[in-house]
T-cell receptor, first 113, second 114 residues
Framework: AQSVTQLGSHVSVSEGALVLLRCNYS??????LFWYVQYPNQGLQLLLK??????LVKGINGFEAEFKKSETSFHLTKPSAHMSDAAEYFC???????????FGTGTSLTVIP | EAGVVQSPRYKIIEKKQPVAFWCNPI?????LYWYLQNLGQGPELLIR????????DSQLPKDRFSAERLKGVDSTLKIQPAELGDSAVYLC????????????FGPGTRLTVL
């Protein structure tokens, strides 16, 4: 069964600093991986997705993630944090047997002015 | 293009009362999902529909939860009777047949059971 683990439930960075949110996956076959962002009182919005094409995936709002099979990781990065990046971020994996998605427990990003 | 619409946005009820949530997916999306999101957690699938057929309801507590998508468009999720532990956000999402790996989420319904 597929699953994802997000390391660090809370991350704080200064405005302008590098953002790094960690996600490791567990899958016996190459997975489809996703990062979503959730702002307060809103639904989840897709940031980016990895679907077995390029290992470096660029998403919206300047975010990108790199699929590393050797490390079973799919960490999310952004070179320079903006105040508007403060939100909850979820990593997710899609099963290979159907349209089932499994989400991590989320990482809350705080951006310090 | 309108996104996924959910109503109500907030609901407060007393335990043992019934409650219903409504979702209208993006037009043309044949797959509809209902998720439960507890505070500080990621969404967990309750039920998935392909058109009007519930193809995955293994995580739906069928003793008190029910769902329907009669015409393969909008859907209703019901809880009867509600328990204190049902307090959570109920999210609806949809995806298109030709792009099943991309889900679009609604804003959710925040349920508080007193």
């Amino acid at each position: 069964a597929q699953s994802v683990t997000q390391l660090g439930s809370h991350v704080s960075v200064s405005e302008g600093a590098l953002v790094l949110l960690r996600c490791n996956y567990s899958s016996s076959v190459p997975p489809y991986l996703f990062w979503y962002v959730q702002y307060p009182n809103q639904g989840l919005q897709l940031l980016l997705k990895y679907t077995s094409a390029a290992t470096l995936v660029k998403g919206i709002n300047g975010f990108e993630a790199e699929f590393k099979k050797s490390e079973t990781s799919f960490h999310l990065t952004k070179p320079s944090a903006h105040m508007s990046d403060a939100a909850e971020y979820f990593c997710a994996v899609r099963s290979n047997t159907g349209n089932q998605f499994y989400f991590g427990t989320g990482t809350s990003l705080t951006v310090i002015p | 293009e309108a996104g996924v619409v959910q109503s109500p946005r907030y609901k407060i009820i007393e335990k043992k009362q019934p409650v219903a949530f409504w979702c209208n997916p993006i037009s043309g999306h044949n797959t509809l999902y209902w998720y439960l999101q507890n505070l500080g957690q990621g969404p967990e699938l309750l039920i998935r529909y392909e058109n009007e057929e519930a193809v995955d309801d293994s995580q739906l507590p069928k003793d008190r939860f029910s769902a329907e998508r009669l015409k393969g468009v909008d859907s209703t999720l019901k809880i009867q009777p509600a328990e204190l532990g049902d307090s959570a956000v109920y999210l609806c999402a949809s995806s298109a047949f030709e792009e099943t790996d991309t889900q679009y989420f609604g804003p959710g319904t925040r349920l508080t059971v007193l």
